[in-house]
């Protein structure tokens, strides 16, 4: 009798586990940076996945809303309907085997300089408080060049990965320079202040910075003259 109340116990566990992880959904990144030209649209996104034949009900989050970087911005996520500009949150039914596309988008206005912020997302599985997945979305506006404003100034940068792990190494690939040219890689933060300067080469740079989360603006810098700017994000 014994034997069997353990058994029954032990059937009983395995069937509320199993079924726990059964009915959790997946998470894709897909595009979690977006840039683009002052007063442009700028669009995120992300894949969600039920891949269990069960339905899921779900609570999704603007969890933050970081405007005050860019306070003339607006923002506002989409998920089969797209709700207004105001609406943090939202109950979801997740239909069985279905993927749902996400998007962030962040509603930028014309304004005399480039600018920059962030938003997280949260998704989370209200039957299965461990399933749960939060996102950080970027948008930074740039400055658009005309045909006239392209010259052998203009230097293209790549940064992989985006957003890069504070303290961990990234690389910075640098072309459009002159080779024997020294350059300089100038970091600001949000209010202008320079946080770290060092020295990089035409070519691939591998790089490690040790800076707090956030949207930075850099600067490269050749013999006086600005070569290139951009956004990194951390």
Not at 120 to 139: A, C, D, E, H, P
Not at 150 to 160: C, R, T
Request: aromatic fraction near 14%.
């Amino acid at each position: 009798m014994k034997k069997n109340y353990t058994l029954s116990i032990t059937f009983i566990l395995l069937s509320i586990f199993s079924g726990e992880s059964f009915c959790q959904f997946t998470y894709t990144p897909l595009d979690t940076i977006e840039y683009g030209a002052i007063g442009t649209e700028l669009i995120c996104s992300a894949a969600i996945i039920n891949s269990t034949p069960n339905a899921i009900n779900m609570r999704v989050t603007r969890e933050q809303n970081v405007m005050a970087d860019a306070p003339n911005w607006e923002s506002a996520f989409c998920m089969d309907v797209c709700y207004l500009r105001t609406t943090d949150s939202v109950n979801y039914t997740f239909d069985p085997m279905d993927t749902v596309n996400f998007t962030f988008h962040f509603y930028t206005e014309f304004e005399t300089s480039p600018d920059s912020t962030t938003a997280i997302m949260k998704w989370k599985n209200v039957n299965t408080l461990s399933n749960i997945f939060y996102q950080r979305f970027y948008g930074i506006t740039q400055a658009t060049f005309g045909v006239n404003d392209v010259s052998v100034h203009s230097a293209s940068v790549s940064i992989y990965p985006m957003p890069v792990v504070s303290g961990d190494v990234f690389s910075m690939s640098v072309s459009n320079v002159k080779p024997s040219k020294n350059i300089t890689l100038v970091v600001y933060n949000m209010f202008g202040g320079a946080v770290n300067t060092s020295n990089v080469i035409e070519g691939i740079n591998f790089m490690n910075l040790d800076l707090s989360s956030g949207v930075y603006s850099y600067s490269l810098v050749s013999e006086g003259t600005m070569i290139h700017s951009g956004k990194i994000a951390f």
